[in-house]
């Protein structure tokens, strides 16, 4: 557990967790703590019983904002991706008048890079700490977006020009993830919107009206991943079709080799007779006038194939 004084963006350590229960003068306390933290946590800040059940479930939260007498407690999801699976990891915050306590079980990319923008910003107050975050943690969304998309562009390629039976298996894990961020994003643009619309005794008034530009974010966000799921059901129907492309393209290959060999298998079965009269039978160069005959004709319906595009 580490506890910051945040004062016009300047981070002082705490070494005493007592000293944050009296509001400063001035700034606010930054508590970033584990889940095994809230056994203390919880009966100094006054946190309900059922928002440390939810920090200490194992399955996943599903975000949302309640609000208490003292502070908030708001569920978000933060979002990362490795080019094979999506990590959504949840983030656990607890706002108070004075203070904001962040609950993660593993480590949360966005609260590291917060802090040169508190500092750059200058922020003074636990409202515009959880502005500035919750917008940080919507931007992320935007750049794991433009990475699904260059990756969805990488598989039609490869689809396109050689389709193999991996492909199949790549476009069902992802279209799966894709289809697991849209079900979050829905009532994660809820908690947005309630940021942004409700009235918050703990949210400066003037700063709610900033959460309306993070509203829009979440709504096209939420937008671009309905893109993405479409998007992969056309994939799919590519994935089928160049199937059907490639097993007619093999048979008609076959097709045309069957029937190139058909005149010739003729010719072999009327010479397997051991009649006398067939032409070229008694001569000695018979074979050789037979086996020149098959290579003409053969190459002749194979010109003839090439010639109206049907190999």
Known sequence: MKIRHVKNGVFTTVEQLEQTLIEPTEGFYWIDADVDDLTILQPMFGMHDLAVEDCLNEEEQRPKIEI??????????????????????????????HYIITVTKQKINELRSLKPILWEQEVNRPDQFLYYLVDLVVDNYFSVGDRIDTRIETLEEAILMHTKKSHLNEII?????????????????????????????????????????????AIKIAESFDTYRDLMGNLREA??????????????????????????????????????????????????????????????MLYIFRKKEWL
């Open 173 to 217: 894990g992802l279209r799966g993830e894709i289809l697991w961020v849209r079900k979050v994003l829905g009532p994660q643009r809820e908690v947005v919107f309630t940021l942004n619309k409700k009235e918050l005794k703990l949210i400066d008034d003037q700063l709610q009206k900033y959460f309306s530009d993070v509203y829009e974010n």
């Open 239 to 300: 994935y089928q079709s160049s199937l059907s492309s490639r097993a007619n393209e093999i048979m008609r290959v076959f097709t045309a080799i069957t029937t190139i060999f058909m005149p010739l298998t003729f010719l072999t079965g009327i010479y397997g007779m051991n009649f006398d009269i067939l032409p070229f039978v008694h001569s000695s160069w018979g074979a050789y006038v037979l086996l020149g005959i098959m290579l003409v004709l053969g190459c002749s």
């Open 68 to 97: 208490y007498e003292n502070h908030y407690f708001i569920v978000f999801n933060s979002i990362r991706f490795d080019d094979e699976e999506i990590f959504l990891r949840a983030l656990n915050i607890f706002l108070g008048k």
